[in-house]
């Protein structure tokens, strides 16, 4: 895979990932971040790098990312579905992003997304890992898998939780280009195993069997 970074024209506040996929297809990519907004700390001048956004002693920070793929690319401009540059559509979601705000952005992510997800509701009696960080709770379920799942039953229902998600996540459609692939839309490998390819199989099948039975 071939993949450029730059920040041309961004004043230290933008970050653009471009690149093209190889051997197995020619898909490309483009991804721009944008530093929207610090507390405190101060942002340092990276002009001459040119390929990173630094701020130092900041306590926190709200950074916007917009991602796109050539997919669509070939699709006329008058027929649905069509998709423009995607370096042109990341600017412009950007630009709309930042247009909304953060607040305004995150009330409509919850309220969209809990239209769906809200409609299942487990509940389990509470756990000794209720309280602890999902990495810990991930840590004590390698080192004791024989009896954790009496003790901390709570995290079989955050990996049921989470795999509702990551359907939704792959399935949007104001955000998904197609049906979920075999692995879903993150994976940090360009060329992932099996391809990540989406397969009118058994495959689909699998992935949309909680589909119905999660109430998705």
């Known amino acids: 895979a071939n993949v450029s970074v730059s920040s041309p024209g961004s004043k230290n506040k933008e970050i653009h990932v471009s690149g093209r996929i190889g051997d197995f297809s020619e898909m490309g990519f483009h991804t721009s971040v944008r530093l929207l907004g610090w507390d405190d700390g101060t942002l340092i001048d990276t002009e001459e790098e040119g390929d990173e956004i630094r701020v130092q002693q900041c306590s926190n920070l709200t950074l916007l990312i917009a ?3 050539t997919f669509g690319t070939h699709v006329p401009a008058h027929v649905p579905g069509h998709v423009a540059s995607p370096a042109a559509q990341c600017q412009h979601d950007l630009d709309s992003a930042e247009e909304e705000g953060f607040e305004a952005l995150l009330h409509a992510h919850v309220s969209a997304w809990q239209e769906r997800f809200s409609r299942l509701d487990i509940d389990l009696p509470l756990s000794e890992g209720d309280d602890l960080p999902t990495d810990q709770r991930l840590k004590n379920l390698r080192d004791d898998p024989e009896t954790l799942w009496n003790r901390d039953p709570g995290l079989l229902l955050l990996y049921f ?12 459609a104001h955000s998904a280009p197609g049906p979920a692939a075999c692995q879903g839309v993150w994976n940090k490998f360009l060329i992932p ?16 069997w909680h589909a119905h039975s999660a109430n998705l």
Request: hydrophobic residues 30%; charged residues 15%; aromatic residues 12%.
């Open 67 to 69: 991602s796109r793929t």
């Open 161 to 172: 939780q989470y795999g509702r998600y990551l359907l939704l996540s792959s399935s949007d």
């Open 193 to 208: 195993a099996w391809s990540n390819p989406l397969t009118l199989d058994i495959n689909l099948d699998m992935t949309y």
